[in-house]
């Protein structure tokens, strides 16, 4: 990433109108349309999030790529090849995001594991296995700024041709944007928050001027299903997003956000199987051929059902308000988990959080086939 001085070019007067904002998008024309930004760890087959919200009519002001499962340059170049490959590339804008979390390191993390015990899903900490990255793995571990070429190499892929928006960290341009839109932008979280933090901590505005956060993070209750399935089953309950980046977690959930939405054990409820695979694979296009080959089955829809919900909560129907903290000491066995509180009984300073409980699984269900069936291109978008 290009060194730049942040705090100096935040503090000039350029910001507020600054040529860094997105490229002028089609949809522009629809005012009434919900902007959102989507920040994720994007992969081969992790791109539904945007296709959920393209298939809703949202206005996508840009894509933000973070460190969660891989590093964020790698995840960032796979929403460039993703949207290159749906034509998608001329009108949403990808923002790469910061490389490293706020603290954590994969040293640091695995001193941790040898102390405290193994993460069943590592995400972005796994070692580093050149093996592996050969055959087409994302990287983990090792120089956060190395690109994996082979990932992209695959059947139905390629590597991007389309480029990042500017040189514009993630953080800088989301507080750009929310303060072109104060009130109207949805941040949406299917990765670590390091880059919602950095929006947090460099505009003390930030977080009070969005729509509202919603998370796919955040596991309450699930210290039994570690220990009474396989290790593949406990690591579908690795709180991955939150565990890779627990300071960054703490400073979002206890920002000013109007609203902030966790959808946690709900994230699982939806799993993948073959024959759903194949039902989506009935309509050809690139986006079904990537879900098909590369999804994977016995993987719960997290990121996909975080979507669903942000752009129709009428699908949740069951779900609780608590307060919440994230455990942040490094000694702790619960390290980057949240842990929910009543108000009599909580710390100062914590945010009320929506939590969801459950939701109709077959409204969900038939949101992902249809934005994957029948994605919205940047023609549909000038049309809006
Ligand atoms: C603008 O977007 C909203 C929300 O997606 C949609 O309901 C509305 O029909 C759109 N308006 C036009 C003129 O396309
Ligand atoms: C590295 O990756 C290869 C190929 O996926 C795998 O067979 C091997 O077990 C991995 N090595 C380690 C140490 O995890
Ligand atoms: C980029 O262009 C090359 C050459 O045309 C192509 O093979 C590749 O698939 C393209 N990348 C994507 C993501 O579409
Ligand atoms: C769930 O969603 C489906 C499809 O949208 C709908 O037909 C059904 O009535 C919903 N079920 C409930 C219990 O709301």
Redesign the pocket.
Known sequence: MRSIDILTTLATATLLHSAHGARPRPSEANMTAPKVILDNDWGIAQFIPYLIALDAGWDILGLVSDTSDSWALQTGLHALATLERGGLSDCIPVYRGADYPLLQTPNRFQAYEALLGTLPWEGVFK?E?I??EA?G?DPTSGDPGRIVRAAFEMPYYGYPNATFAEDTPAAMFMVEQVRKYPGEITIYSGGALTNIALAVRMDPTFAQNTKGLFIMGGYVDRMVQQTTGDVFQASLVSDINFVVDPEAAKIALSAAFPKITLVGNAANLLISTQEFLDEIYEVKNPYSELVHAYYGTGLPFWDETAAAVMVDPSIVTDSVEFYVDIDTAYSSPYYGYIRPYQAALMPPGLRSVSYVNNLNLTALASRIKHSVQYPKGCADLASL
């Open positions: 070692r296995n093996t592996a055959e793995g």
